[in-house]
């Protein structure tokens, strides 16, 4: 753990805040933040506390935790207005929900009529502690994102997901080792909304939360999107 590098994420998390921003915030010279972030002066006991409340972060986080999991696989943070959309889902409890899920979908918006998909996706959080830790088992919910014009067969539910703001973020090469970048990735997006004073919203959307994946020059991302006011 760094704590000068800890100071660092934060700051950058803050709305991509300048050593110079932050200096004057905390009423010290920019060599001072320098010198904290490179651990080569440590900020006092008054300061460290200013930091806290500045960046939404506790003693904890900013003394004993490692937060620097944002690195090159992490870009474009930001906040997005993402506009109503219609959306039709199917829900998997398996050892590979995702894989199912998602290729139900696909080819439910295929039979419609739809060559060429957006699909979205989300943890499905209903699965017992059972099915969890003796079955190895885990939900996941696939959604189509209907677009205008065209209709689902087969009687299949159709939602609606309002206009809401969400912070997201861009994963590249998810898939390389999903179990430690997609985890990562969300705590990097959950400290960006705290740092910055994002809460969630008045109303919950339908969707309060979703994956979606794509390539782009021969490599593939993700885009996460969490649900915030």
């Known amino acids: 753990m760094s704590l000068g590098k800890n100071i660092q994420f934060l700051r950058k998390l ?13 009423q ?5 933040v320098s010198k904290w972030e490179l651990d080569a002066g440590y900020p006092e006991i008054d300061k460290v506390l200013e930091l806290c409340d500045l960046f939404s972060a506790s003693l904890d986080n900013l003394l004993r935790e490692d937060m620097t999991s944002f690195d090159d696989s992490y870009s474009d943070l930001r906040i997005e207005k993402v506009k109503s959309f219609k959306y039709t889902a199917y829900t998997v409890i ?28 989300w943890d499905f959080p209903c699965v017992s502690q059972e099915q969890r830790s003796v079955h190895r088992l885990h939900g996941y919910t696939a959604a189509w994102v209907i677009p205008d014009g065209v209709a689902p067969q087969g009687g299949c539910e159709v939602a609606v997901n309002p206009p809401c703001k969400y912070a997201a973020i861009t994963v590249k090469d998810p898939m390389s080792a999903p179990f430690s970048i997609i985890p990562n990735a969300y705590k990097t997006l959950m400290a960006y909304i705290q740092t910055n004073g994002y809460g969630p ?15 782009k020059d021969s490599a593939e991302y993700m ?7």
Do not use: W
Request: proline share 7%; aromatic share 6%.
């Open 14 to 26: 803050h709305n991509k805040m300048t050593q110079e921003e932050l200096a004057e915030k905390m």
């Open 28 to 32: 010290v010279s920019r060599q001072t």
């Open 94 to 121: 398996s050892g590979d929900p995702e894989t199912d899920a998602i290729d139900r979908m696909r080819k439910t918006a295929i039979a419609a009529g739809d060559k060429t998909p957006d699909i979205i996706g």
């Open 201 to 215: 919203p008045d109303v919950p959307p339908a969707v309060g939360c979703f994956e979606r994946s794509y390539f």
């Open 223 to 229: 885009d996460i999107f969490v649900a915030v006011k």
